[in-house]
Nanobody, 125 residues
Framework: QVQLVESGGGLVQAGGSLTLSCTAS????????MGWFRQAPGKEREFVAS????????YYEDSVKGRFTISRRNAKNTVYLQMNSLRPEDTAVYYC??????????????????WGQGTQVTVSS
């Protein structure tokens, strides 16, 4: 059982930046591809970004390309989401997720076995 704990959410003005962190309890963290998803009120959970086990393959949802950066430090069992140029439409609860199968982009929530509890990001206009 992998436990994931997100942190770093908060309230920020449009154009600002936040960095989310997600730390895993699993010592074999490098065996898992990781993803970030978000869910706004009344909407379905949507893919934001993903990173392969090695950290070499990165994927992004179109609306965050050029603004968000996903990265991981396997030695710290942590995956990050650096978010710049934030917009009000980025407001959502952000979740990290882990999957042991490392193929494809990992865009679908059903591909992930473990989820964090989420962290709120609110962008004011």
């Amino acid at each position: 059982q992998v436990q994931l704990v997100e942190s770093g959410g908060g309230l920020v003005q449009a154009g600002g930046s936040l960095t989310l962190s997600c730390t895993a309890s699993e010592r074999t963290f490098s065996n898992y591809a990781m993803g970030w998803f978000r869910q706004a009120p009344g909407k379905e959970r949507e893919f934001v970004a993903s990173v392969s086990r090695s950290g070499l393959s990165l994927y992004y949802e179109d609306s965050v390309k050029g603004r968000f950066t996903i990265s991981r430090r396997n030695a710290k069992n942590t995956v990050y989401l650096q978010m710049n140029s934030l917009r009000p439409e980025d407001t959502a609860v952000y979740y990290c997720a882990a999957r042991p199968r490392d193929y494809g982009m990992g865009r679908e929530p059903g591909q992930y076995d473990y989820w964090g509890q989420g962290t709120q990001v609110t962008v004011s206009s």
